[in-house]
């Protein structure tokens, strides 16, 4: 490919076509490079070199190109372009910036081609001599050019410092470092390059020095060192306690001004962020406390230099020409200046009513307008927006001009007197009838009933009851878990529910389900109590079932956290199982028993089932600790099967309740002989069982080994429920 630079919009059109080129495939980016190369010298025209110094950066930092050795082999052609970049004087600076960004993306990869190549002492002379340039731009360049620098300077840091092998035998995949070279070598002096290294971070680090901090520096060092910390523990402790004697705050000075704010709260945010995640990921991190330590004291001043309702402090003497509208009263004579005069008008002399106690407006419209017609609610909806709108100070102001009329109406003034309503003539001593003496009713005291409250509606009931159900169990991730160890023996007679934990109290929501209407039909006044829970439909229309709620919460709350909270499950299921034991000893011909547990268990395996993936194997546990299985649960187990990647997970079920649970053996049985019959999938995954426990179904003579005399169906062991 060859690029003609005789017209530069031209050129510019084709460089465009051959970057879109590359982009589309990835594959043709070394030979895009080698043709444009040419064009965008440093010879070439200003666009024609910006162009260029964008390209190559994007090229050698791109993920496109995943082969190491590619990335190598290009940086070997981009190495004469980039000296010539940045040895030129005057360049552009979008040049220089893509150049520096060039060279953080091409000095790993031709460190470790000299590491491998130590015959090639060209190549990385000019690599030392780029560094060198790069180096002495730190602090003489504009901003956007320092901030290229700061992220060289963290890739030179990383480079020649040690690092981790991961596999000897294979270099290419393990990162530039020190580790890397000889003790030999005869380019790469390791002693001396490791010194370099430490004496790059120590100028990194000034930046956290500096009496008036530069908030984008900082940040940007911040952003970059993060990885030194992360991959060079040698070096970490270092920049930690050069991070933690820096303090966002310490150059404030009054008044501040908006930008000084932005970039103190950019500064405070970004070191809080860096300090959290190093907590987060390092707990036991030995400068661990000292990082706890340091973020509460940042937030302590933050909260002293930006909280805008604490006094500021008195000053040391008068200023201002002793005014005391800013300063406290001190030892200095302070000249008497007259009250503020309010904004209001004062009240006329004579009698006041109450109308014009209140009125502050100056308008004679406003004073004459009639609000009577008005009604009250809308006078409400009219007035709390007008209150809500106006300005505190205002408000204030207004109340205190009618707090003064108040004060100024109760003093005596001859002519002023307080607001009272119209008082007829008055009349002569003589003509006025004697006053009857009124006496106190007779009231005995007797008992004080309080009315009953209005009855609730079935509307109302069911609103209160679910929202106290979802109270209930939404606080169960809040408690504690068990502290009982797991060797203790409690013994049957041991409380359920002795402890605020949160296994006491999904135990205590458990029975709240099951067994708040067990034996109800015993008592004759029970008769015209609603059986909801046994054995209708889950599907109500006459009411509101506490119990149904209940098992509908808990049905997701453990589908919320499936994994986590299969205990709960496990819990909640053994207590509808017995629930429906002392049910069915319960039943009369007028009421069935229930039969909650099979609804209720099968309902959550069709929950599950959904969800589960081929490494989920606590549904083996969960089968396990069920205590009953039937048929319908074992066909949801065998449903696993219709997907190839759960066969595995599903024949793993279904043997370990083979070994494990002699009472279902024939039913998993069953399903597994079914699943080999009928599920070319699952052949391979039930041959095993099938050779140990049905031979003769293979076309076998060999007879069963002795387990399966263990086959014959057994009652089920009730297990142990705690009282």
Not at 166 to 178: F, G, I, V, Y
Not at 441 to 465: C, M, N, W
Not at 530 to 545: A, I
Not at 557 to 572: G, N, S, T
């Amino acid at each position: 490919m060859t690029m003609s630079a005789a017209s530069g919009t031209a050129s510019l059109s084709q460089l465009a076509f051959a970057r879109q080129f590359a982009l589309n495939n990835a594959t043709h980016y070394p030979q895009i490079v080698e043709g444009v190369l040419p064009a965008i010298g440093s010879k070439a025209g200003l666009e024609q070199r910006r162009w260029g110094a964008d390209f190559l950066a994007e090229t050698l930092a791109t993920p496109a190109i995943e082969a190491e050795d590619q990335k190598q082999k290009l940086s070997l052609l981009v190495l004469k372009v980039l000296k010539e970049y940045l040895e030129t004087p005057g360049e552009d600076t979008v040049v220089v910036k893509n150049a520096v960004q060039l060279a953080t993306s091409v000095y790993p990869l031709i460190f470790k081609y000299t590491v491998c190549h130590p015959e090639d002492g060209a190549t990385w002379q000019n690599m030392a001599a780029i560094k060198s340039n790069i180096l002495k731009r730190m602090d003489m360049s504009p901003l956007g050019i320092k901030l290229c620098c700061i992220k060289f300077i963290q890739r030179v840091v990383q480079v020649q410092s040690a690092g981790v092998i991961s596999d000897p035998r294979r270099s290419e995949e393990n990162e530039a470092s020190l580790a890397l070279v000889p003790p030999d070598h005869p380019l790469i002096p390791t002693s001396r390059l490791q010194a370099e290294a430490l004496g790059l971070l120590d100028r990194l680090l000034n930046v956290f020095q500096d009496s008036k901090p530069d908030a984008i520096l900082v940040t940007a060092t911040i952003n970059s060192i993060g990885v030194l910390v992360r991959t060079r523990p040698p070096v970490a402790n270092r920049i930690l306690s050069a991070m933690l004697s820096f303090t966002p705050y310490h150059s404030a000075t009054y008044p501040l001004d908006s930008r000084a704010k932005i970039a103190m709260k950019s500064m405070e945010r970004t070191i809080r962020a860096f300090m959290l995640n190093l907590n987060k990921r390092n707990p036991n991190h030995p400068l661990a406390g000292r990082v706890q330590s340091y973020l509460d004291r940042l937030q302590h001043q933050r909260a002293e230099l930006f909280d805008e309702s604490r006094k500021r402090p008195a000053a040391s003497e008068p200023t201002d020409g002793l005014d005391t509208a800013k300063r406290q009263r001190l030892d200095a004579e302070v000249p008497e200046t007259s009250q503020q005069a309010s904004p209001y008008a004062s009240l006329p002399s004579g009698p006041v009513t109450l109308a014009q106690l209140y009125t502050l407006t100056q308008d004679e419209n406003h004073k004459a307008y009639d609000v009577t017609p008005i009604p009250k609610y809308l006078l409400d909806r009219i007035i709390v927006p007008i209150l809500s709108s106006i300005d505190d100070g205002h408000l204030n102001t207004a109340l205190d001009a009618v707090r003064a009329r108040w004060l100024s109406m109760s003093e005596p003034h001859p002519s002023r007197q307080p607001p009272t309503r119209a008082i007829p003539p008055a009349v002569p001593k003589q003509q006025l009838p004697p006053t009857p003496i009124i006496s106190a009713p007779d009231v005995s005291r007797g008992p004080f009933t309080i009315p009953q409250p209005p009855p609730l509606t079935a509307e109302e009931v069911k609103q209160y009851g679910q929202a106290t159900v979802s109270r209930i169990i939404g606080n169960f991730d809040s408690l504690e878990a068990s502290s009982t160890s797991k060797n203790t023996i409690l013994g049957f007679q041991r409380l359920a529910a002795s402890l605020n934990d949160r296994d006491s109290w999904v135990t205590v929501v458990a029975r709240l389900a099951t067994r708040t209407t067990t034996g109800l039909g015993k008592d004759q006044e029970s008769k015209n109590v609603k059986q909801e829970d046994m054995g209708r439909s889950p599907e109500r229309s006459n009411g509101f079932s506490v119990a149904e709620a209940i098992r509908d919460a808990l049905h997701l709350h453990v589908l919320e956290d499936f994994r986590k909270r299969i205990d709960v499950a496990i819990c909640w299921l053994n207590e509808e199982w017995y629930n429906d034991r002392l049910q069915a000893k319960d039943a009369t011909a007028t009421m069935q028993p229930s039969q909650n547990y099979p609804r209720c268990c099968l309902k959550l395996l069709d929950s599950l089932l959904t969800y589960l993936d081929s490494k989920d194997r606590f549904i083996i546990r969960f089968m396990s600790e069920l205590p009953a299985i039937d048929t319908a649960m074992v066909d949801r187990i065998k449903s696993l099967a219709l997907d190839p990647d759960r066969v595995t997970l599903a024949v793993q079920t279904l043997h370990f309740l083979v070994l494990y649970r002699p009472p279902v053996r024939e039913i998993c049985l069953d399903a597994i002989e079914d699943l080999w019959r009928n599920n070319d999938s699952a052949k391979t995954a039930t041959m095993s069982t099938m050779k140990r426990w049905r031979p003769l179904v293979l076309g076998q003579t060999s007879t069963p080994l002795p387990e399966t005399k263990a086959a014959t169906p057994v009652k089920p062991v009730q297990p142990a429920v705690a009282v």
